[in-house]
T-cell receptor, first 115, second 114 residues
Framework: ETGVTQTPRHLVMGMTNKKSLKCEQH?????MYWYKQSAKKPLELMFV???????ENNSVPSRFSPECPNSSHLFLHLHTLQPEDSALYLC??????????????FGSGTQLSVL | AQTVTQSQPEMSVQEAETVTLSCTYD???????LFWYKQPPSRQMILVIR??????QNATENRFSVNFQKAAKSFSLKISDSQLGDAAMYFC???????????FGKGTRLSVIA
């Protein structure tokens, strides 16, 4: 089983729907991240959780709501999304607290399409 | 704010040949880390190589090596003996020595021609 697992792999939703993305890591890490990957743009950091506490919110619209119930699980709740929110959403984890050189481990992402 | 620039949106290389991917960055810090991540069609990003700015010696990992020019703020990736499995998006990334987030470039799509 891979270290970081994301579900679903693909998601199509209407603008009025509510859905959730799930991320689970089996590496014993203490930090988890949500990134947004859009075509021809750098990866955008959305949220960071360290030891279950949110330590970074990169000016993300409130229609994206993260949840970290424990150090192994991370959710991204979606509601009233816009077509421009269509993108690949990547989850990552790291040891946490090890400084700038620590390695991030990524999942395979959820490809989201908003109609 | 720190920025990372990858000036080559696409590159191609013949199998078994060598290719160099470019990356420049902007920072006022003296202590930081630089990374190259690979994203194959499976979409899962994987760390290829990491360089600590205070180390003058260029990092190497098997067929992958970097040319780190601190004064020029340049961090290029060299792939030797290219293989079909090297075909992927390659992202250059920067991070301060503290617990600040990674900053990524836009990526370079590498094709390997058999």
């Amino acid at each position: 089983e891979t270290g970081v697992t994301q579900t679903p792999r693909h998601l199509v939703m209407g603008m009025t729907n509510k859905k959730s993305l799930k991320c689970e890591q089996h590496l014993g890490h203490n930090a988890m991240y949500w990134y947004k990957q859009s075509a021809k743009k750098p990866l955008e950091l959305m949220f960071v959780y360290n030891f279950k506490e949110q330590t970074e919110n990169n000016s993300v619209p409130s229609r994206f709501s993260p949840e970290c119930p424990n150090s192994s699980h991370l959710f991204l709740h979606l509601h009233t999304l816009q077509p421009e929110d269509s993108a690949l959403y990547l989850c990552a984890s790291s040891q946490g607290g090890s400084g700038g050189g620590e390695k991030l481990f990524f999942g395979s992402g959820t490809q989201l399409s908003v109609l | 704010a720190q920025t990372v620039t990858q000036s080559q949106p696409e590159m191609s290389v013949q199998e078994a040949e060598t290719v160099t991917l470019s990356c420049t960055y902007d920072t006022s810090e003296s202590d930081y880390y630089l990374f190259w991540y690979k994203q194959p069609p499976s979409r899962q990003m994987i760390l290829v190589i990491r360089q600590e700015a205070y180390k003058q010696q260029n990092a190497t990992e098997n067929r992958f090596s970097v040319n780190f020019q601190k004064a020029a703020k340049s961090f290029s990736l060299k792939i030797s003996d290219s293989q079909l499995g090297d075909a992927a998006m390659y992202f250059c990334a920067y991070r301060d020595s503290g617990n600040t987030p990674l900053v990524f470039g836009k990526g370079t799509r590498l094709s390997v021609i058999a």
